[in-house]
C-alpha cells in the first residue's frame, strides 16, 4: 500500500511550493493539475486547446477532462511504487468521488493550508502572475468557496482532514506541514 495524500488551499495559500517541498521529503510524486494543464497549453495538444481559454477565464476545466487526466497520470507504475501528493486536484465534490475511486484506501491525508481570502488576494496581486488579472482572481477565489471549500467538510467525514495554519514564513509553514504528514502516517 503506498501513501497517497492531497493538499487543499485557496489560490495564493502557498500550497504549490510546500507541494514540491513535502513531495520530495516524504518521497512521494507531486502531481499538480494546473502544471500539467499549463504544460499542454504551451504545447499546443487537444486537451491545451480545450482547456486555455476557461484558464484564462480563472473558470474550472470540466471535471470529465480532469478525472481523465488524473486516472490516466495515477495508473502510471511509479506512482503504486511511490505514493502521490496531489496539487490542485481534487476541486469539486465529482472530484473527490472520482479520486476515492481511484486511490481506495491509499488516500492517508488531505492538509488544507489556511490563508485568509483578504490574505491571499494581496499575495496574488503582488507576484503578477500571467494569469492572475483582478477579474480572474476574483472568479477563482468565488469558484474557491463554492466548489472546493464543501470538499473540506468531505475530507472530515472520511476522517483525513488536517487543517493547517498557512500564514507565517514557508519554512514555518512548511514545520507545520511536516509534523501533520507525520502523524498521518505512524
Ligand atoms: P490556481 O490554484 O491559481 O487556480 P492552478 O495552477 O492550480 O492555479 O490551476 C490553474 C488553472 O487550471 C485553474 O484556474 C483551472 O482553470 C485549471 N485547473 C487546475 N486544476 C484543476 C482541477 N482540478 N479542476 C478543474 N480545473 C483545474
Redesign the pocket.
Known amino acids: 500500500m503506498t501513501l497517497g495524500m492531497v493538499i487543499l488551499g485557496r489560490?495564493?495559500s502557498g500550497?504549490?511550493t510546500q507541494a514540491i517541498r513535502i513531495a520530495e521529503q516524504f518521497g512521494v510524486i507531486h502531481i499538480?493539475?494546473?502544471?500539467m494543464?499549463?504544460t499542454a497549453v504551451k504545447e499546443g495538444t487537444e486537451l491545451g486547446l480545450q482547456?486555455k481559454d476557461?484558464?484564462d477565464a480563472?473558470?474550472?476545466?470540466?471535471?470529465s477532462i480532469?478525472n481523465g487526466i488524473?486516472q490516466e497520470r495515477l495508473q502510471k507504475e511509479d506512482i503504486s511504487r511511490s505514493g502521490f501528493l496531489l496539487?490542485?486536484?481534487?476541486?469539486?465534490v465529482g472530484?473527490a468521488i472520482e479520486l476515492r475511486k481511484l486511490a481506495h484506501e491509499n488516500l492517508k491525508l488531505a492538509i488544507n493550508l489556511e490563508v485568509s481570502i483578504k490574505e491571499v488576494t494581496e499575495r496574488?496581486i503582488s507576484r503578477g502572475r500571467e494569469?492572475d488579472t483582478e477579474e480572474a482572481i476574483a472568479r477563482?477565489l468565488e469558484l474557491y468557496e463554492a466548489e472546493t471549500a464543501p470538499l473540506l467538510e468531505w475530507f472530515t467525514e472520511a476522517g483525513i482532514l488536517c487543517v493547517v495554519d498557512g500564514l507565517g514564513s514557508e519554512t514555518e509553514v512548511y514545520a507545520r506541514i511536516v509534523k501533520a504528514v507525520e502523524k498521518a502516517i505512524l
Open positions: 489560490q495564493g500550497k504549490g499538480s493539475t494546473g502544471d494543464l499549463r482547456a476557461l484558464m480563472g473558470e474550472l476545466v470540466p471535471d480532469i488524473v496539487d490542485g486536484y481534487p476541486r469539486t472530484q496574488m494569469d477563482r
